[in-house]
Each structure stands twice: as C-alpha cells, then as structure tokens.
C-alpha cells in the first residue's frame, strides 16, 4: 500500500486495498469490474446464509429474463421514472435494427408482475414468495467506484405477494432483520435500521426501510440494503387481483413487498474494516481464514529440519481443514517469511500462525491475528479448538471496535448553528424532524451551501 487510509486520499486507498488485495480486477468497460475469488466468494458466503433464512420464510428462488420490453417498463411511469436515465437499451442485433428497443432490467418489478398477475388467481395462491439472484445494469454516470456505484452488480431480489397489508408489513421488517444480521453476524458491520423519508422511498412504494452503516474514514453513511412495502400500486397497474374471499364477487388488489441485497455489502465491508496495510477480513465470510507459514529457516538449517518444518506446516493447515475451517500452508519457495507476512496481511487472513524450529521443539505456533496485530502461543495438538474459539472472538473484537466507531460518532443536534459543524466532523447527526418534505428539502439546501 503507497498510501494510508484517510480521508484525503481515501478513494485511492480504497482502490489499492482491492486491487491489491486480489478482491477485482478493472474492466475494459468504464463502471464494470471482474470479482476475483477472493471478493466473489465472500458473496457465496453472503448467499448461503441469507437463501437458508429466507428458505425459513417460505421464499423460493427462481429466474426470470434480463430483457424487458419498453411498453412493459413505461407501465409503471412513477417507477420508471426514478430509473430512466440509468436504463441501458439493446437497439441492434447484429447489423439489423431492432423493431422494438428491448430495455436490459435495472430491477425486475416491471419484468416479473405480468406473470404475478397471471399465476395469482386466487387468495389461496397466496402468499406468492419468490426471490432471484442475479444481475442488474443500471447505467451509472457519476464516478464509478468499486462495489458502491458500478453498472452491472450482482444482486437477490425478492418480490413477494399477500393478500393483507398486515402479513406484507411483517415481512418488510422480517428481511430488514435479515440484512441486519448479514452485517452485523457475517460482516461484523455495525448498521442502524430505520425507514427512508418519503422522498428518498423507493419510486412506485409505498415505504421504504433500509439498513445504514457508516463510514468513519469519510464521516458518510452508507445505504446497506433495502426492504420495501410496495403497497397495491403494482397489483393495480398490472392487474394483480383475487376474489375476496369475505365478499363473494368482489376483487382484491394483492399486498407486495420487495427487497434487495447486492455485493455494494462487499465494499462496505472493505470501507469500514481496512487499514493501512490494505483488508482486514471478517472471519465468518473470509475465503482464507488461518495460513501457516513455516519461518526461523536460515542457511544453517539442516535440511532435516527444514522438511521437519514443512512436513509441519503442511499437516497442521490439512487437520484445520478436515476440521471445516478454511486454512492453507504457505510453503512458496523463493519468498522469505517477511514477504508471506506481508502478503496475507496486505489480502487480509484473520490468522497467520508461524511456525519455527523454537516452536517446534515446544510443540506450539505463534499465533498472529491480524485486525489488531496481537500475538500469542498456541498449543499444536489444541488447535482444533483454540483455532474457532480465536475467529469467533476475532469476530466479535472486530464488531465492537466498528460499533463504538460508529457510537461515538453519532451526536444529537438541535440547533442549525450546530449543524454543519458537526457534520464536518465526520460525524452522523441525530435531529427532530417533521417529516415534512419541504423541511428536508431546505436542510439539503442550506447544509450544501454553508
């Protein structure tokens, strides 16, 4: 890393940290990114955990196409609107010009409900729970950054149905739990939940609810994830009805939510976790969770030793393995310990045990944790258990320092004076509000003036 994390130099740090941590690689289309395995796995892991919880909710996956027709999308011209100038459009098919534009989804409300308006007949083909993993472009022109603003990320969206407002108002905070604890128990992100105003809602919604981080670096907040009450403004649009079941003859318009998770959750991760020796992974979604790197080797080593030490290394990082954890033994010939060091800290491994002649003849390693650089010895025959003891700790160490970060950085504010001061302190402010949109709208304006 040529330069540390802070603010002044805080996008180019960021970029090193995941160019260097082996997390992306740029694409020769401006705002797309190629995930490497390292940051591609991570949001595996992030899919595991959150398809096994809505699975629990009665949430099936399923896919539909990224093409949506242009009479299809201006259905919904509220909706529309809030995504049109980020729409990308297929004009061409080879050298022939295409009848109609066919628009590539920035979301799929507009895709997916004429079939929800087919295959919902009835009260009793409710609820309908689908969700779909995939991606979405939407054409960005701001300054792309990695993660947070790109033209094509990937994505889950659920799009659910009920028949009663009550059963889509549960679900809402249901997934927003959800999103929660993806952060907070695989990211080990501190995030508030709370509801967007009503002109920050979703276009088309009827409310909005959403997850926020915070960025201590910057001073910023960070959207998280997104769980909306649709209300029945689609249902009505595309003619999502079924027969009440209380007033024979009469039609319901159904009850939809929808809700969303992308891997922007990946850069805030990095954002909130790195310093200036690049990532600090949290153990429950890194790719590498413990390397064993043999060291103490010098030119007087016999070679007895020197296999001793390999032989070693390489049985411990596979009894780690058997036992579910992710570990690996570095045994690169050409690289000193030093640079093995300063590799994995810089790709950001929770744990480097370190293994020498000394530790061998005591049976035990150095143990290395990498968030907060502390070292202790650990016994060799108990590491299948000091070993997840240590990343559940790691976890939670790394989750309370970011929490306190963000705690102390909150500050309640109740006159104008106090305003953007407080704010260029880096800090989140806490302020009565009306609700009224007039009121956030003159805020916006006069903190961007001062």
């Not at 401006?30 to 796995?41: Q, T, V």
């Not at 209380?246 to 790195?274: A, P």
């Not at 106090?418 to 800090?427: A, M, Q, Y």
Request: proline content about 5%; overall charge negative.
């Amino acid at each position: 890393m040529t330069v540390k994390k802070e603010q002044a130099v805080f996008g180019d740090w960021y970029s090193q940290a995941l160019i260097k941590g082996e997390m992306l690689d740029y694409y020769d289309i401006s705002g797309c990114y190629i995930l490497k395995p390292w940051s591609y796995g991570i949001w595996q892991e992030i899919q595991t955990w959150f398809d096994a919880g809505i699975k629990e909710l009665g949430v099936q996956n399923a896919y539909f196409p990224m093409f949506v027709s242009s009479k299809v999308l201006e259905r919904e011209k509220d909706h529309i609107e809030g995504f049109a100038p980020e729409v990308a459009w297929v004009t061409r098919a080879g050298q022939s010009d295409l009848e109609e534009p066919i628009a590539i989804r920035p979301t799929s409300e507009t895709v997916m409900y004429p079939y929800y308006a087919k295959w919902i007949r009835s009260h009793r083909d409710l609820p309908l729970k689908l969700n779909q993993w995939n991606s979405v472009v939407r054409w960005e022109f701001k300054n792309p950054q990695p993660f947070l603003r790109t033209r094509e990320f990937l994505w889950q969206e659920g799009h659910t149905a009920f028949q009663t407002k009550p059963e889509a108002d549960t679900e809402v905070l249901q997934i927003l739990d959800l999103y929660r604890r993806v952060y907070e128990e695989l990211l080990a992100v501190p995030v508030i939940p709370g509801v967007k105003s009503e002109k920050e809602k979703f276009a088309g919604g009827l409310y909005t609810t959403t997850v926020e981080g915070f960025i201590p670096t910057t001073g910023r907040g960070i959207q998280g994830g997104t769980s909306h009450c649709l209300g029945q403004n689609f249902s009505k649009m595309f003619g999502i009805t079924v027969e009440d079941p209380e007033k024979k003859g009469d039609k319901l318009h159904v009850w939809q939510n929808s809700w969303g998770l992308s891997t922007r959750s990946i850069g805030v991760m990095v954002m909130v976790h790195g310093d200036d020796k690049g990532l600090v992974l949290p153990p429950r979604v890194a790719q590498l969770q413990v390397v064993v790197i043999p060291t103490g080797i010098t030119a007087k080593t016999t070679d007895e030793m020197r296999e001793k030490l390999y032989d070693e290394t390489d049985r411990i990082a596979k009894e780690l393995t058997k036992k579910g954890l992710k570990a690996k033994a570095d045994l690169r010939d050409g690289y000193t310990p030093a640079f093995k060091y300063n590799d994995w800290e810089l790709k950001g491994v929770p744990i480097r045990l370190e293994l020498g002649p000394k530790d061998l003849e005591k049976s035990a390693v150095v143990a290395v944790v990498r968030h907060d650089g502390s070292k202790q010895d650990l016994t060799i025959s108990d590491l299948s258990t000091s070993i997840p003891s240590l990343l559940n700790k790691i976890h939670d160490d790394m989750l309370n320092k970011a929490r306190q970060q963000f705690d102390d950085s909150i500050t309640v504010v109740e006159d104008w004076k106090d305003f953007v001061k407080t704010l260029n302190r880096n800090h989140v402010i806490a302020l009565p509000w009306c609700e009224v949109e007039e009121c956030e709208d003159q805020i916006k304006d006069r903190s961007a003036k001062e």
